[in-house]
Nanobody
Framework: VQVVESGGGSVQAGVSLRLTCTVSEYTYSMGWFRQAPGKEREGVASIEPDGTTWYADSVKGRFTISKDNTRNTLYLQMNSLKPEDTAIYYC???????????????????WGQGTQVTVSS
């Protein structure tokens, strides 16, 4: 399974970006993660096949995760970006639920190479 992210960039605080993740084949569940310099990787948002979503508290109300099942494509709409959103954003996909079984998801997930998002004040 190949996972490819795109859509990152360098922007000013307050603007929007949309990240896209394309997976080479169908996977049950997908999610976005990020890692800022000097920090551990953290979950940002996940989505299950029935549309159930999960968001980190830090992005609730600003980010929206969505999925196009016909194209095996995942999106992350990021609005009102803040400097603290600066990180490498990774897409992950697995045949187990990211929300229902998060630890198993992390063990089994296929990962993309990441896309840099830099937000300046």
């Amino acid at each position: 399974v190949q996972v490819v992210e795109s859509g990152g960039g360098s922007v000013q605080a307050g603007v929007s970006l949309r990240l896209t993740c394309t997976v080479s084949e169908y996977t049950y569940s997908m999610g976005w993660f990020r890692q800022a310099p000097g920090k551990e990787r953290e979950g940002v948002a996940s989505i299950e096949p029935d549309g159930t979503t999960w968001y980190a508290d830090s992005v609730k109300g600003r980010f929206t995760i969505s999925k196009d099942n016909t194209r095996n494509t995942l999106y992350l709409q990021m609005n009102s970006l803040k400097p603290e959103d600066t990180a490498i954003y990774y897409c992950a996909a697995a045949h187990v639920g990211a929300i229902a079984t998060p630890q198993l998801f992390l063990q089994l997930a296929y990962w993309g190479q990441g896309t840099q998002v830099t937000v300046s004040s």
